[in-house]
């Protein structure tokens, strides 16, 4: 990679006749990026981002911090398909695609947008993959038996054939493709499986991914072979941990888990948290709960097949951990009824007691018995992805707009200046 690296530097001194040429090509460059803020359908983010040419030029198993913290923004954007559409457009990318943004979600299927540009002899192709939505809670939660998680896998099998896909209808050629590949939550699962096998085809000199939020996703051997996956996480997330390591779950690639340790990134997080989303922050003040989570979820199913087939009394019937975790997914994709919430009622005078306590810390109870909302909660808080890019790069204001109205790059009119 240096070799090509030093030819290109000859080469563009060669065409441009100046040192300015070449130094031109690799300045970097502010670029204003946007994602919407969840559950807020007429506010929006915009951020910026500063990227120089090379950080495209994917390969070196380096971590990137600046490409980390556009990915960031690129996962956050993924919600809805209009925001990363435009973000690549900014960035230069072309081809610009969608595929699964439609108002029924299949539970097999992911969304995600992709869009390619040249980069040098090679053309990138840049994947963002969107986090879930309706009824995909449910594969969620099929964690299944085999050595991948069975709903994340088949997430994985869609991506690679939409890829396919998109490197037929363009014609773009094999030996020369590179990969970048983020996602949040659902998707950075997904985008975790897709970087393993995109690696395993093209090698991880033409790949790198920056997932965020991701669940574990394999029980394979040696997973942190994949270098060209960087996982960052945070330990009061408690999607990160399921699931469960005990199981023998984990992710491919490297975990980069975020400090939030001292107080003063909790205040950071909560500040921002309230500046952006006009929310107060739910979420937890340390990964305490968390571990007390996973302590009684390993209780009540020590392995898959405990998951799967052991069962507890709730109120007249009994309910599977799986079972369980299903009718979360039922209030999740609101497909819940009057009966669902009688039965979540009576879990909490059950052996799922800890548990349901744990997913309803910081939840309007009233609300969610009779909207169904399961969105506002410790859990989500802990789980959103504006306390991530806080803690990743706080000292880089977020502005929050309406939509349709826009936010120009020279504002400066920020939500949270650095206090750092």
């Given at each position: 990679?240096?070799k090509?690296k030093?030819?290109a530097?000859i080469l ?5 006749g ?16 946007s994602f919407?803020i969840e ?10 981002v500063d ?7 994917i390969?070196?198993?380096v971590?990137?911090?600046r490409?980390?913290s ?5 996962a956050?954007s ?7 559409q435009e973000n690549?457009y900014?960035?230069g ?14 539970e097999d299927r992911?969304?995600?947008?992709m869009?390619s540009k040249?980069?040098?002899?090679d ?6 993959v969107?986090g879930?939505r309706?009824?995909?809670?449910y594969?969620n939660?099929?964690v299944?038996y085999g050595?991948e998680h069975k ?11 939409k890829?396919?896909q998109?490197i037929?209808n ?7 493709l590179?990969f970048l590949?983020t996602?949040?939550?659902r998707?950075?699962a997904?985008?975790?499986i897709?970087?393993k ?7 991880e000199?033409?790949v790198?991914a920056?997932?965020f939020a991701s669940?574990?996703?394999?029980t394979e051997e ?11 996480v945070?330990?009061?997330d408690v999607?990160t941990q399921?699931?469960?390591s005990?199981w ?6 490297t975990d980069?888990?975020l ?5 003063s990134?909790k ?6 948290f309230?500046?952006?989303?006009g929310d107060e ?6 990964e305490?709960e ?7 979820a ?5 392995g898959?097949?405990d998951?799967y087939?052991?069962r507890?009394t709730?109120?007249d019937k009994?309910?599977t ?7 979360a ?7 819940n009824?009057?009966e669902?919430a009688d039965?979540l009622?009576?879990?909490l005078l059950?052996?799922?007691s800890d548990i349901?306590?744990?997913f309803?810390?910081?939840m309007d109870m009233?609300?969610l ?5 399961f ?12 306390g991530y890019?806080?803690?990743m790069d706080?000292?880089t204001?977020?502005k929050v ?5 826009g936010?120009?790059?020279d504002?400066?009119v920020?939500?949270?200046a650095?206090?750092?």
């Open positions: 990679m240096l090509n030093t030819k530097l563009a001194l060669f065409i441009g100046t040192m300015m040429t070449t130094a031109c090509a690799t300045e970097t460059k502010t670029v204003s990026l919407p559950n807020k359908e007429d506010l929006a983010v915009q951020k910026a990227l120089n040419v090379r950080d495209f030029d390969g070196d198993g971590y990137n911090p490409l980390a556009m990915c960031a923004v690129m956050a993924a919600s809805e398909s209009k925001s990363p690549l900014e960035m990318f072309s081809h610009i695609a969608k595929f699964s943004y439609e108002d029924y979600y299949e992911v969304g995600v947008v869009g040249n980069i040098g002899p053309m990138l192709i840049f994947l963002t969107r879930t309706g009824r995909e809670w594969s939660f099929d299944g050595k709903g994340f896998s088949q997430c994985a099998d869609f991506l690679q054939k890829t396919e998109y037929t363009y014609a773009l050629d094999r030996d020369h590179r590949v996602g949040y939550s998707g950075a997904a985008a975790n897709f970087s096998r995109l690696i395993d085809e093209y090698t000199e033409r790198a920056y997932t669940p574990n996703t394999t040696n997973p942190d072979q994949y270098r060209a996956i960087y996982n960052i945070k330990a009061d999607f399921i699931p469960l005990k023998g779950y984990h992710r491919y690639g980069i888990e400090d939030e340790s001292d107080e990134s205040d950071e997080v909560r500040q921002v309230r500046s952006v989303t922050f739910r979420g937890f003040d340390s305490t968390v571990q007390s989570f996973v302590r009684n390993y209780r009540l199913a020590p898959i097949y998951y087939q052991k507890y709730v109120g009994t309910l951990m799986y079972e369980y975790m299903t009718l997914a039922k209030f999740l994709c609101e497909e009824d009057e669902d039965t009622t009576e879990t059950s052996d799922f349901s306590l744990f309803l810390s910081g009233e609300d018995l009779l909207t169904g909302d969105y506002k909660s410790g859990v989500a808080d802990s789980h959103s992805m504006v890019m806080t803690l706080g000292d204001p977020l707009f309406k939509e349709g109205e936010v120009s790059a504002e400066r920020t939500v949270l650095n206090s750092r």
